[in-house]
């Protein structure tokens, strides 16, 4: 069993900034990578950032240049720090984990509202 623990969502004026954390614990996890999707009621889920476990990062267009994401594999945590926020940003962020052998495991998600 995994399970994910997020942390750090909340409410900011565009422009502002968050860090979002996110801890998995398990048996014997062996993570392959880590990262966060967002989902916006009505509209399709999508995958903000990633990280592997040899650090390499991949953003989704919408949030480069203002999102990094960050792992730490001694604690099996991953971080988004969230600058230069916009209204748009506004969603449900799940963070997840893939574990050998492929299966992906989500968090409960966590508000980020952005709004002046």
């Known amino acids: 069993q995994v399970q994910l623990v997020e942390s750090g969502g909340g409410s900011v004026q565009p422009g502002g900034s968050l860090r979002l954390s996110c801890s998995a614990s398990?048996?014997?996890?062996?993570?392959?990578?880590m990262g966060w999707y967002r989902q916006v009621p009505g509209k399709q889920r999508e995958l903000c950032a990633r990280v592997t476990s040899g650090g390499s990062t991949s953003y989704a267009d919408s949030v480069k240049g203002r999102f990094t994401i960050s792992i730490e594999n001694a604690k099996n945590s991953v971080s988004l720090q969230m600058t230069s926020l916009k209204v748009e940003d506004t969603a449900v962020y799940y963070c997840?984990?893939?574990?050998?052998?492929?299966?992906?495991?989500r968090g409960q998600g966590t508000q980020v509202t952005v709004s002046s």
């Open positions: 398990g048996r014997a996890l062996i993570i392959t990578d």
């Open positions: 997840y984990v893939n574990v050998i052998p492929g299966i992906e495991h």
